[in-house]
Structures are given as C-alpha cells and as structure tokens.
C-alpha cells in the first residue's frame, strides 16, 4: 500500500544522542560548526519504563488501505457488468457512476490481475527531485509515495491512521501530549539495511535543521517537541501541546539515517541537491517504498520498478505484491500531445482539459481504448497578488483586480461550464466551509474602477494607464503575471490582462517553465501569479500558505488575527466548534482577497480500457490510501 504523507499536494535526535556534538570527526572548523536539528528545543526523554508508568495509552488505528476498500465495496453492487461498462460512453452522471462502479473495483483474486503489466502516467511536469523531503510538484510527490516511507496515511474521508505496512501498534496518552509508535520487524530500505525507529527519529530532526530547505516537510512537525527511538522498533513522538493535530504533525517523510547522517556532507551542502554525495543519491535514490527508481531522463520520463523486498522478507510475503512491475511517469507538457498519446496506447492516463473533456474524448477514436470518469475535487485556482509588493499592499487594489476579472467568461469559455465558481479556500461541500459563505464575484469593471481611485490611481498624464506616486516616485500600474507554461492557464491569465486594459491597468502575462516558477515564488520574486493548490487532509495544514511567518506564504500575507484563528483551532477538538473556527478564517481571507479566487478544478481523468481499480477522493483519484495502489491493469 502506498504511504500518505499529507503535506504536498500532500509526507531523529538531539544533537548529543546522535553523536554531532562533543566529537571529532577530522574536518575542519566550519563542518563541526553545523548544527543538526537546531530548531528543535532543549529537552532531555525520561527512560522508557519511567514515561510508560505514567501515561495511560489509548490505543488508535492501525489499519490497511487496501482492506478498507474492500469493506467498502463488499457494501456495493456494480450497477453495471464491466463488459458494459467498457462499451459505455460518459455523457451523464448516470453513465458516469456506472463507469465508476464496475471499473473502479478490486480484482476478485490474484488471477484477475497483469502482475507482469507497466502503467505509463502522465505528467505535465518534471521530477527534479527524487529526494522525498524535497517534493515540490504533485508528480514528485506522486513519485515519492510510491519511492519513500512513511508510517501513516488516510483514507478518502481523511480519516487518520497508522500503516498497517509499517507499524504493529500506536497508541497516544489520555492527556495527548504522547505519540507511541512501534514499527514493524520487516522493514528494509531497497538496499538492504533494515529500516528503523532511527531512521524517523533522525529525519525528523534533519527535517528541523534550518539550512535544510524543506518548508512543506516542516510545516506540521515544528509542533512537535521532540522524537525519540528507545530501540530500533519503539518511538516516542513528545508534543509541546495537546491538539488536535497531533495527529497529522507526526505524518512526515523518512529518509535513510545511514545515508544522511554524514555530518561533513550535511554541512557541506546542508541543500541536499548539489555537491557530488546528494548528487549521487539523487541518480540512484534509496527508497523504502514499493518501488525502486530503474532511471530518470530529466524533462522525459521517470521509470520505477517493483521491489520484491518491499513485500517479501525472509522468503515469505509479508505485504500486498504492488500491482504493477514498472511504472513509467512521463512527461509531456502539451495537452494536445498528452490526448493523442493516450489514444494511441502511449499513456495509460490522465487528467483532460474541459474542451478535451466536451468535444475532444466523445469519438471512437477515444473510446477504442480508452474511457473517462470523473469526481469532485477539492482544488482551487486563483490569481496570487505579492501582498508585499506595493502595488498590491492595499486591499482595495486587490478587489479592484477581482472585479476586473470576467469571472462568467472563464467559467463558461474557457473552463465549459464544468468547473465551479471558488469563493475562498474551502470547498463548498467541505465540512470546514462557512455556513453563511460569501457569494461568488461578476464582473463588475465600475466597482474595479471606483476601487482603484479610492486606493490612489488615477491617469494623471492621459495616457490611458493608471499612475500613482509611491515612495515619492510616480509608478505606472503595470505588473507580470508569472504562470506555468501550459496553454489553458496562459488563457486565463491573457483573459485578466484583456479585463484590465480597460480600466487602465497594464498586465503583461509571463509563462515560465515550472520549476522557474517554483523558485520564483519561493523567493516572492513576482508581483502576481496564476497558481492552485489541492485540499489538506485537515485545514490546519493550509498555515504555511497564510500564517505571517510561514515559508510557503508565497503572498507575503500577514494579518495576526489569521494567525490567532488557526492557533484556537489546533487546541479545539470539538468538531463543531473547530469547524466554526475555520468558517470565520474562510471569510476573514475572502474579505481581504490576498488572492483572486477563480474556480474549484474536479476531476476529469481519461484511463486505458486495460486499468481497473480507480475511484475519487476530494483529493482526486490518487492521493488518499489506497489511492493509486488500488489501480491495476487486468489480465487478458
């Protein structure tokens, strides 16, 4: 079964104990100056039997994915025979859930399964990293639950549990401020060396080294106190306070000790990306998962391979055998090229734009080999203005450009009518939406004009461009719009600039390879961007995009209030109430439109006729457990 960590998309010792401190280990002065898990306060664990003695353990879920699912659809009838399924175009809700219902099940045995098949994914995007804690794309993250491990996922109702592939028991203490985790016996990294308590001890205080860039990884385990391994199989996962996400702040990726912990390397390159050690690693990866990486062509493909020692231990199998002998993710950008290709039998899927959705998968040349489904998602695409730019410090600015916005006219031309209109950061159906949420923006270019005035622009010069004098210099309104390099996003984006040109403002629209996009943002070096981001398991993991001080605050957006909303909510276990919290933070943001929400993109996936096994989550057919782990090619 595949390993979930929640932080995207998506998921060690004091200094002392891990023997970093106090040694000589012949390098120079600068090396044993670095500090491993410097962010990580003074503490010192009591003895094992001394912390057993006092805490009163309730036992919480170990469960398998896997299992789950089939509960679940042993619940279930098809609603049609695969048979009819397959001759079935897509063309209502009904057509598309009896799809769903006969194509999305588990094989009835072993003999229903291709165990010798591949899977050709697609991706739109690079695997620049196969570093777990260095995922920054869907696709690397993709490749990272498939690669890394982790010992707890959840289910398609973000339901939390511990892995039954990884773990034997977990239990937390009555009064919360305890994680007991004991790890099973059969674990082993791909090259042999077993994996242990250790190795999670040790990544949870690289993770906390603040040279270390993983941003997305920290957010989340900076709650926790500390982490000890009492023996190569027992942890204790100690947190500064009882909240009530606890439970998802343990939920980070692991990485071989025996691999990271070279103190010389770490201070070398505490980026873990560039000197000739990282990049050794970064060619031929560990990997504690499923699968191994077989090789890696930058800007084509990634191919990875079933590790037989993932599911076997001592000549018995002792996990599920993965589906899929290779899995092959491969990049195409062009969604034109990426359609064709799955109707050719060169992609087994992927996810299809609304016009290839409508007008481009109705033919027989699709449905020779290939069907669609589809379900709701939970993700949102917006405009992202640099609150710290001061073009956009004002909010009056920021409404002025979500007024300009033809919100109809992208919906209905550009997104065909099958998206939704986004009011915020919580999807409607979300439990943690507002119950008195805010209404959707039309277009309204008087409102958009008024508002700029009141904030300061005007045409002094006639010249049909908005000016202002900003720190004592007068300043066009002209700003970039940094966007990926795909075509449907470029079209929204040149749909703002065309609204904006009639009230005067000037936006020139910029399309960067994704990884210059990445970067650019990270630094906050932009003025505006058109992006997304798919829902959390739990809200709280949505703080490193708005808390004051968060490194993926890409908006530069500070507001303490905010801050304070997300800190009651982490301490409030009744679910009502929490989700109350949330409601009043969804509107709070929506009122200061540090974004220009724009619509809630669900799920239309075009899969070879051959796959079976897939379903929808609000975070899309994959990233939940089983997720992928349930697709399987079928025997013939």
């Not at 009530?244 to 010389?264: E, G, L, M, R």
């Not at 899927?349 to 449905?367: A, G, K, R």
């Not at 749909?495 to 936006?507: A, Y």
Request: charged share 25%; net charge negative; aromatic share 12%.
């Amino acid at each position: 079964m595949m390993l979930l960590r929640q932080r995207a998309l998506a998921l060690c010792c004091v200094v002392l104990v891990s023997g970093l401190a106090g040694c000589d280990f012949g390098v120079d002065e600068e090396v044993k100056e670095f500090k491993l898990g410097d962010l990580v306060a003074d503490f010192t664990p009591p003895p094992l039997a001394e912390l057993e003695a006092k805490a009163e353990w309730i036992d919480r879920p170990v469960l398998d994915g896997m299992v789950l699912l089939r509960e679940k659809q042993a619940g279930e009838m098809p609603k049609v025979t695969v048979e009819e399924a397959l001759a079935m175009k897509n063309t209502t809700t009904e057509t598309n859930e009896q799809i769903l219902s006969a194509l999305g099940r588990l094989p009835v045995d072993d003999k229903a399964v291709n165990w010798d098949a591949e899977i050709v994914r697609h991706s739109a995007f690079d695997v620049k990293s196969t570093n777990p804690l260095l995922s920054s794309s869907v696709t690397e993250s993709d490749v990272s639950g498939l690669t890394g491990f982790g010992l707890f996922g959840f289910d398609w109702n973000f339901k939390p549990f511990a892995s039954k592939d990884a773990v034997v028991s977990w239990q937390s203490s009555k009064d919360l401020l305890y994680d007991k985790v004991v790890l099973r016996k059969d674990l082993t990294w791909s090259d042999g060396k077993p994996i242990t308590a250790h190795d999670v001890e040790f990544s949870y205080r690289l993770i906390m080294t603040e040279a270390v860039p993983v941003p997305a990884q920290r957010s989340g385990t900076d709650k926790i106190k500390y982490i000890k391994a009492y023996d190569d199989h027992t942890l204790i996962f100690f947190h500064k306070d009882a909240l009530a996400t606890n439970v998802w702040n343990v939920n980070f990726s692991v990485v071989p000790k025996h691999i990271y912990d070279n103190v010389k390397e770490l201070a070398n390159d505490p980026t873990l990306q560039h000197s000739d050690y990282w990049v050794k690693y970064e060619k031929a990866p560990i990997s504690g998962g499923a699968y191994v990486f077989a090789s890696r062509s930058l800007g084509q493909e990634a191919l990875l391979e079933r590790r037989d020692s993932y599911y076997m231990h001592d000549g018995k199998q002792v996990r599920d055998k993965p589906y899929f002998k290779t899995i092959r993710f491969k990049m195409v950008k062009d969604p034109t090229a990426s359609l064709l290709q799955l109707k050719g039998g060169d992609l087994d899927e992927m996810i299809l734009t609304p016009p290839q959705w409508l007008n481009e998968t109705t033919q027989d040349d699709f449905y020779n080999k290939c069907t669609k489904a589809y379900g709701l998602e939970w993700t949102s695409f917006h405009f992202l203005w640099n609150c710290q730019n001061p073009l956009f410090a004002d909010k009056k600015t920021r409404w002025a450009m979500t007024y300009a916005m033809d919100h109809k006219q992208l919906l209905e031309k550009l997104r065909f009518g099958l998206d939704e209109p986004c009011n915020g950061i919580f999807h409607p159906s979300s439990r943690w939406a507002p119950k008195d949420p805010p209404k959707p923006i039309d277009q309204d270019l008087t409102k958009a004009a008024e508002l700029l005035k009141e904030a300061g622009w005007a045409d002094t010069d006639n010249d049909a461009v908005l000016d202002k004098e900003i720190g004592g210099k007068k300043v066009k309104f002209e700003f970039g719009m940094i966007v990926a390099d795909r075509p449907d996003r470029i079209a929204i984006c040149n749909l703002l600039k065309q609204n904006l040109e009639k009230i005067g403002v000037i936006c020139t629209v910029r399309p960067l390879e994704f990884s210059v996009l990445q970067d650019k943002m990270q630094k906050k070096e932009f003025q505006a961007a058109f992006g997304g981001w798919g829902t959390g398991a739990d809200p709280d993991t949505s703080y490193n995009i708005w808390g004051s001080t968060e490194e993926r605050n890409y908006a530069g957006y500070i507001n303490p209030e905010v801050d304070k909303i997300f800190a009651e909510a982490r301490k409030e276990f009744d679910e009502d109430k929490r989700a109350a919290l949330y409601g009043k933070l969804h509107n709070m943001l929506w009122d200061d439109q540090p974004y220009t929400w724009l619509f809630f993109q669900n799920a239309y996936y075009g899969f070879n006729k051959e796959l079976r096994g897939y379903m929808f989550s609000p975070r899309g057919p994959y990233h939940y457990s089983p997720g992928f782990s349930s697709v399987y090619r079928a025997a013939e």
